[in-house]
């Protein structure tokens, strides 16, 4: 396949040089035979691909125009819901619950012409950074299948890294489509809050969630977030969009771009081949044009504490409905209070336990006002600090993740040095506003990624950086061996 | 908050959770360090500031109330999703004794 991004393959199809047919079947197979060692997919869609991929033929032979992704296979993190298909959250509580309806994202990705090409693994309820509390198993880095790919949409940016689908969606809650797109060594982007619906998406803590695009490119990465973006009316929270992303991104340099450095993202402890590519990365783009600016976002230290106080008490709540009655299996007990009990306590993984019984006692009496009040007025502080510096630069340039992926097991009983992993990550769900994730280096044949942070809406603005960045630099097209 | 008071059977109570004998012992250690690392935002001076669930200016976005975009096969398929279902009822244990 000489195909690698999604435009290549729109463009392919259209001119006639390759069937979409074609396409689905090159990657169905690849997935059967390379996804074994990886673990991305938890099921495909064969039928149903195989039969999007005819129509997309049919229209091409008939002479009809082709919609912007036709024919193109996507991959959808199993926390979405795909009519017809389990949505499992990668939880033994919903293994066996079928979604009636199709989420937004997966609506307007088949209008689109897009074809579902299967669910992947995530951390259970998307609760991890390293893709290690699905319940059906870890997902392994391509680029060495001894180390963690990230988390949580761990199957996405692993299934996009090893060349199973050019194009995925994840989920960000606190860094889970930014973080694994670091590790993978691919392009990963969370869109501005309420840039696109979350309708369909299984709510982790609703006041940070977002869904986004994973790819090789920023360039595929803006094609999919167009077709995803807008208001939708069952989503209350998203909005009405003034300027819609511009699809071709044709930048080669930073002319008439600043960008601030937040000296709180270069810590002790951070990986020092992280530290220096991410210096490189700034040198290059002072060499093509970007003005260069020193900045400080003080609360910065803060952000992991206020995260991790605002989303295990939002997934406590949202999580209360999985109590085996209206979802999943019921426990069959004489006790109704026992039913409830056995069906979340044999439902849940570890993690998940830990969330929730976190984000229970955060919202008890007594500890609400200590520390969910508390952790909300510090997300207007970092919201406002954001806000100040985005008075003085375009985009933020900083390191997505401080070290580039660990093995599996390693971190998985520390709890705490988990949620470090999201340090740079967090921040930009707090405030609500936009980020992506470039490959920039290597370590130990390991990727390293680079962070642009935008202001709110200003989703146009990074990815014209990471294009301008991908068209100087050939990280993005590397592939693991 | 040196001191850091966490109740594990009050919380796993209120959360309506059953936990192994091997989760209630790690958590009874991690979940504590947890808290105490979180506590860390007392540090922070909020005296001034307002608690924002939503950053957003918007408030209650409502639509008109009504029925809309259901049709038989969704109902069907809702039907199917639920644990227990007699026909097009369904079927819930009773809570009162």
Known sequence: ?481 | MANIEFNLDRVAKLAMLELTDQERAKFQEQLPSIVAYISKLQEVDTSNTDAKTYLSDRVNVFRADEVCDSDEDTHSRLIAAFPNSKGDALEVPGIFE
């Open chain 1, 1 to 481: 396949m000489k195909y690698r991004t999604a435009i290549e393959i729109r463009n392919a199809i259209e001119a006639g040089e390759i069937t979409a047919l074609e396409v689905v079947e090159y990657y169905l197979a690849k997935i059967k035979v390379e996804d074994k060692a990886i673990n991305a997919f938890l099921e495909t869609f064969d039928e149903s691909a195989l039969e999007s991929a005819r129509k997309i033929d049919a229209m091409k032979k008939a002479g009809e125009a082709l919609p912007r992704l036709a024919g193109v296979p996507v991959a959808i993190k199993d926390n979405m819901t795909i009519k017809g298909q389990i949505s499992s959250c990668s939880s033994k509580i919903l293994e066996n619950h079928r979604a009636s309806y199709d989420a937004t994202v997966v609506k307007r990705l088949k209008v689109a012409g897009a074809i579902i090409i299967g669910r992947t693994n995530c951390d259970e309820f998307a609760m991890g950074s390293s893709n290690e509390t699905s319940f059906w198993g870890a997902v392994h880095n391509p680029w060495n299948l001894k180390k963690v790919p990230g988390g949580s949409s761990g199957g996405s940016a692993a299934a996009v890294s090893a060349g199973f689908v050019p194009i995925a969606l994840g989920s960000d809650t606190g860094g889970s489509i930014r973080q694994p797109a670091a590790l993978c060594g691919i392009t990963g982007m969370k869109p501005t809050y309420g840039r696109v619906s979350r309708y369909g998406l299984i709510a982790l803590a609703s006041s940070l969630d977002q869904i986004g695009p994973i790819a090789h490119t920023a360039q595929d990465c803006a094609l999919v977030l167009e077709v995803i973006e807008g208001i939708d009316e069952k989503d209350s929270t998203s909005l009405e969009l003034d300027e819609k992303v511009v699809p071709e991104l044709i930048e080669k340099n930073f002319k008439g771009m600043t960008f601030g450095v937040p000296r709180e993202y270069f810590i002790d402890g951070m990986d020092e081949e992280v530290r220096k590519s991410v210096e490189e990365a700034i040198e290059l783009i002072k060499q093509n044009g970007g003005e260069i600016k020193k900045i400080s976002l003080p609360l910065t230290d803060y952000a992991l504490a206020a995260y991790y106080i605002i989303q295990p008490a939002e997934a406590s709540s949202n999580l209360a409905r999985f109590d085996g009655i209206r979802y999943g299996t019921r426990a069959q007990t004489d006790n109704l209070w026992k039913s409830y009990l056995h069906a979340r306590g044999d439902g849940f993984g570890a993690e998940t336990k830990r969330r929730i019984m976190l984000g229970t006692y955060i919202l008890s009496a007594g500890y609400y006002d200590a520390y969910y009040k508390k952790a909300l007025a510090v997300k207007t502080e970092i919201f406002n600090d954001f806000k100040k510096a985005f008075e003085q630069v375009d985009v933020i340039v900083c390191p997505t993740s401080p070290a580039v992926a660990w093995d599996i097991g390693e971190k998985f009983n520390d709890p705490i040095a988990m949620y470090l992993a999201d340090i740079f990550t967090v921040s930009a769900n707090i405030a609500g506003i936009p980020g992506i994730s470039v490959p920039c280096g290597e370590n130990n044949g390991l990727p390293i990624g680079l962070q642009f942070l935008g202001a709110s809406m200003q989703d146009g603005k990074i990815l014209r950086a990471a294009s301008a960045y991908q068209s100087l630099t050939d990280w993005h097209q590397k592939d693991p061996k």
